[in-house]
């Protein structure tokens, strides 16, 4: 199995609908976060869970919810979302304290229509 | 205020030929680390390296090299007799000290075409 695992790969969804994205990560790390890719524009942290405290990007809009169970599952829950949500979803893994390098995933491509 | 730089939106080389990635950062802590990654089109971040502050030692793997320099607040990355399968778009990251998680500042990227 790959070392960081998201599900979906890609997806599209309509304003209006309820959806969750999944990532799964098998490398021991205790701490997962979410980022947010869009064209020409740096990585965006948007979530980061660790050593069981949840730190957010408050210019995240609530639209967005993430969901730690545990150390190995993370899911961001979306709904009533816009276009310009539309981006590349990438969830990463890495053990927290500081100075460890992230393993990502490869992505969930959200479309919103 | 862009914590890293990347001031080279798009490179495009020849094969064979050698290629510089520049990146610069701002930090105010004195512990720090520095990351390279890369993002084939399949869209994962594939990890490259990783420096702390302290270790201020060129580095060099294969036909890759980083030069690290505090003093310009500078880590480049070169790669040496490029390869096609060397496009991609690479990523420079800074995480700093004074937080729980690892948080990771990326730049937003330099893509490297490599025409055969």
């Known amino acids: 199995e790959t070392g960081v695992t998201q599900t979906p790969r890609h997806l599209v969804m309509g304003m209006t609908n309820k959806k969750s994205l999944k990532c799964e990560q098998h490398l021991g790390h205790n701490a997962m976060y979410w980022y947010k890719q869009s064209a020409k524009k740096p990585l965006e942290l948007m979530f980061v869970y660790s050593l069981e405290e949840r730190v957010e990007n408050n210019s995240v809009p609530s639209r967005f919810s993430p969901e730690c169970p545990n150390s190995s599952h993370l899911f961001l829950h979306l709904h009533t979302l816009q276009p310009e949500d539309s981006a590349l979803y990438l969830c990463?893994?890495?053990?927290?304290?500081?100075?460890?390098?992230?393993?990502f995933g490869q992505g969930t491509r959200l479309t919103v229509v | 205020a862009q914590k890293v730089t990347q001031a080279q939106t798009e490179i495009s080389v020849v094969e064979k030929e050698d290629v510089t990635l520049d990146c610069v950062y701002e930090t105010r802590d004195t512990t720090y680390y520095l990351f390279w990654y890369k993002q084939p089109p399949s869209g994962e971040l594939v990890f490259l390296i990783r420096?702390?502050?302290?270790?201020?030692q060129n580095e060099i793997s294969g036909r890759y090299s980083w030069n690290f320099q505090k003093s310009t607040s500078s880590f480049n990355f070169t790669i040496t007799a490029s390869q096609v399968v060397d496009s991609a778009v690479y990523f420079c990251?800074?995480?700093?000290?004074?937080?729980?998680?690892?948080?990771?500042?990326f730049g937003t990227g330099t893509s490297l075409t490599v025409i055969p």
């Open positions: 990251a800074l995480s700093e000290a004074g937080f729980t998680g690892n948080q990771f500042y």
């Open positions: 420096r702390n502050s302290f270790d201020e």
């Open positions: 990463a893994s890495s053990q927290a304290p500081l100075g460890t390098e992230a393993f």
